[in-house]
């Protein structure tokens, strides 16, 4: 398995990364399925939220949270950073993040590659960025101010893309090693975006997942999207969350694990929300992969097969 990276030694967390999920697999915690978490105490091997939706002070998210909390490992994932954006970072936002960590103190925290904010508008999608070296180094100080702020590392998501900027000088897996190369965070592996990215992209599936896989990997996204055509008639993969992961995203985490080893694995679900008991057997089935109790699972399958 990937090990952390270390950070850069002018932080005061530098010796002691904060990601330490179980290799296990987990699911997205939903208002929808509180009561019968609570109720069954079902063994699953964490929880995550989006901590856009837990910036409240108080209210029966946070009431089900504690309870939850006391008993899994949690992980929260941030969507409105804009950690990719042009314009400084939000630092009343960074520090209502701050306290959220402190509350709950997750195993992980994670965002996203991407920005979502400009000139004081914010957009409810995660937007690409062109891969240049400019873009590359407001990352990287957007990042270190984030972790200093934070007083933790943080896991960065590679992104689902549908369009691509012409002036980029960088592949995007190039460009994503050297900004956690220089950063000291670590990769939330999304196997889904790297799946429909490379359909939209027509890259090299297989190369793509061997660039990343040889980045530091603190968790892996599997989720499901819905296919259109784009205007010349080509495949275009969308990145719904609305359906059960697709068989081609399965046989992915069979060869990333082939490379990585266990590593916490989410299952991503936040529209069309079917009962929890479909999202848990969903999650077996990614644990009975971690565990090798899968006869095609990764032990067995080298990435191209």
Known sequence: ????????????????PMNSLPARAGVGLKADHFQRIVSDWPDIGFFEVHAENYLMAG?????????????????????????????????DHLDRLKALLDRYQPESFSEHLAWSSHGGFFFNDLLPLPYTPVTLQR????????????????????????????????A???FIQELLRRSGCALLLDLSNLHLSCINH????????????????????????????????????LD????P???????????????????????ERDHELPPFDLLFEESQQAERLLRGLDRTGATHCEPGQ
């Open 1 to 16: 398995m990937s090990s952390q990276p270390p950070l850069p030694h002018g932080l005061p967390f530098a010796e002691k």
């Open 59 to 91: 209210g029966p998210h946070h009431h089900y949270l504690t309870r939850i909390r006391e008993r899994y490992p949690l992980s929260i994932h941030g969507v409105g950073l804009s950690l990719g954006g042009e314009a400084p970072l939000d630092v």
């Open 139 to 170: 990352l990287c100080d957007h990042i270190e101010q984030t972790q200093t702020h934070l007083q933790r590392q943080i896991l960065l998501e590679n992104p689902a893309t549908y369009v691509e900027f012409a002036a980029s000088t960088m």
């Open 172 to 174: 995007e897996t190039d």
């Open 202 to 237: 027509q890259r090299d599936t297989a190369a793509t997942l061997r660039a990343l896989a040889s980045c530091p990997v603190g968790e892996i996204h599997l989720a499901g999207f819905s296919e259109t055509q784009d205007d010349a008639g080509a495949p275009l993969l």
């Open 240 to 243: 719904s969350h609305d359906r």
């Open 245 to 267: 992961v697709a068989a081609e995203v399965w046989q992915l985490y069979r060869q990333a694990l082939a490379l990585l080893g266990p590593v916490a694995t989410l299952l």
